[in-house]
């Protein structure tokens, strides 16, 4: 079973800095794609970035400039390095595995049988979230 433990939430000022962290277990970077996304309350689910060894890194046009998406595949831990942060940038950060590159959906993973799994929904595949809140 895949596992994503994700850390590194937490409260700043506006123009402030944070990293995410999120460690997988149950399947290894080199077989795929990871990617966050970020749901603030009242909001759907937004891709904020993804990284794979054979797509574009791919980051939104909100957080272009400021975040920064990596990886580290001898510990299975992907981060996001969050600078300049914005009162906007405050939400719940979900970290997500895709395995098979099955590719990512605006709102939400998409799964062996081509259906989109949303953000903050426990299942697999899917980190618990990180809050991140940003004050002005």
């Known amino acids: 079973e895949v596992q994503l433990v994700e850390s590194g939430g937490g409260s700043v000022q506006a123009g402030g800095s944070l990293r995410l962290s999120c460690t997988a277990s149950g399947f290894s970077f080199n077989e795929g794609d990871m990617g966050w996304y970020r749901k603030a309350p009242g909001n759907e689910c937004e891709l904020v970035s993804a990284?794979?060894?054979?797509?574009?890194?791919y980051y939104a046009d909100s957080v272009k400039g400021r975040f920064s998406i990596s990886q580290d595949n001898a510990k299975n831990t992907v981060y996001l390095q969050m600078n300049s942060l914005k009162p906007e940038d405050t939400a719940v950060y979900y970290c997500a595995a895709d395995p098979a590159a099955n590719g990512w959906a605006a709102i939400g993973r998409i799964s062996s049988r081509d259906k989109v799994e949303p953000c903050a929904v426990p299942r697999e595949y899917w980190g618990q979230g990180t809050q991140v809140a940003v004050s002005s």
């Open positions: 990284i794979s060894s054979t797509r574009p890194t």
